[in-house]
Nanobody, 115 residues
Framework: QVQLVESGGGLVQPGGSLRLSCAASGFTFNHYAMRWYRQAPGKERELVASISSTGVNTNYADSVKGRFTISRDNDKNMVTLQMNSLKSEDTAVYYC????????WGQGTQVTVSS
């Protein structure tokens, strides 16, 4: 079965960095685009970044462009989100996602940006 396991969240000060990882299994990883979403308290889940199956094409939400970088390792079935220059408004639970016939989600990892 499809499994997505996120890691790397935590508490960081404004201006700091975090690197999130998502380990994927249960499907042919290099056939699918991967996405990172986030959901802040009281807000809807929003798309943060996406990466094509080959890793050639990436897209970002305007709010994170220039600060976040999505990448993938198709040999390790891993997708990462490097987050730099973090702001308080980046505080959210971050989810890894793959869309097949249905959406699959990881359990999420909490990112808190606070001094």
């Amino acid at each position: 079965q499809v499994q997505l396991v996120e890691s790397g969240g935590g508490l960081v000060q404004p201006g700091g960095s975090l690197r999130l990882s998502c380990a994927a299994s249960g499907f042919t990883f290099n056939h699918y685009a991967m996405r990172w979403y986030r959901q802040a308290p009281g807000k809807e889940r929003e798309l943060v970044a996406s990466i094509s199956s080959t890793g050639v094409n990436t897209n970002y939400a305007d709010s994170v462009k220039g600060r976040f970088t999505i990448s993938r390792d198709n040999d390790k079935n891993m997708v990462t989100l490097q987050m730099n220059s973090l702001k308080s408004e980046d505080t959210a639970v971050y989810y890894c996602n793959v869309q097949r016939t249905i959406n699959y989600w990881g359990q999420g990892t909490q990112v808190t940006v606070s001094s």
